[in-house]
T-cell receptor, first 113, second 114 residues
Framework: AQSVTQLDSQVPVFEEAPVELRCNYS??????LFWYVQYPNQGLQLLLK??????LVESINGFEAEFNKSQTSFHLRKPSVHISDTAEYFC???????????FGTGTRLTVIP | EAGVTQFPSHSVIEKGQTVTLRCDPI?????LYWYRRVMGKEIKFLLH????????ESGMPNNRFLAERTGGTYSTLKVQPAELEDSGVYFC????????????FGNGTRLTVT
């Protein structure tokens, strides 16, 4: 069975500071990994994904995540956060041969002016 | 393109009543998923349609939940009779292809059972 662990339920950070949101997963087979973001009063939106190839993936708004197979991690990072990054972030995993996603419990990022 | 739409956005019902949630996926998306998030917990998979067929309903909590997707377009999720523990946010998502294809989510329906 698969599972995703997001240990940090809330992460407050000052504007322009760096941030890392942690994600660890468990799976016995090859996986696809995703980060979704939910802004207030909106649905989840795909932020970035790892399917294959380069283990470092980037989003258009400056976030990046690195797939680390040996540590079964897919941490999300941004070197300098903006107020607009305030949202809830969800890590998710699926088997390469499956269809449904397994989500973590989410991390609420609050950027403080 | 229009996104995934869900109706209603909020629903407050009493224990024992019936509620029906509706999801309109993105046009042309054969795959439709229902997920649920109970407050503070993870977003949990409920079921997956491919067109009008249930591909995987392993996440449905019990037989009080009934999902349909007649004609392979919109989908409904009925809860009958509702219990207190059914409260949460119900998300619908659609995709063109399963697996590696990203999911497009609706804004969710917040269900409160009192």
């Amino acid at each position: 069975a698969q599972s995703v662990t997001q240990l940090d339920s809330q992460v407050p950070v000052f504007e322009e500071a760096p941030v890392e949101l942690r994600c660890n997963y468990s799976s016995s087979v090859s996986v696809y990994l995703f980060w979704y973001v939910q802004y207030p009063n909106q649905g989840l939106q795909l932020l970035l994904k790892y399917l294959s190839g380069s283990t470092l993936v980037e989003s258009i708004n400056g976030f990046e995540a690195e797939f680390n197979k040996s540590q079964t991690s897919f941490h999300l990072r941004k070197p300098s956060v903006h107020i607009s990054d305030t949202a809830e972030y969800f890590c998710a995993v699926t088997n390469t041969g499956a269809n449904n996603l397994f989500f973590g419990t989410g991390t609420r990022l609050t950027v403080i002016p | 393109e229009a996104g995934v739409t869900q109706f209603p956005s909020h629903s407050v019902i009493e224990k024992g009543q019936t509620v029906t949630l509706r999801c309109d996926p993105i046009s042309g998306h054969d795959n439709l998923y229902w997920y649920r998030r109970v407050m503070g917990k993870e977003i949990k998979f409920l079921l997956h349609f491919v067109k009008e067929s249930k591909q995987d309903e392993s996440g449905m909590p019990n037989n009080r939940f009934l999902a349909e997707r007649t004609g392979g377009t919109y989908s409904t999720l009925k809860v009958q009779p509702a219990e207190l523990e059914d409260s949460g946010v119900y998300f619908c998502a659609s995709s063109q292809v399963g697996g590696r294809s990203p999911l497009h989510f609706g804004n969710g329906t917040r269900l409160t059972v009192t």
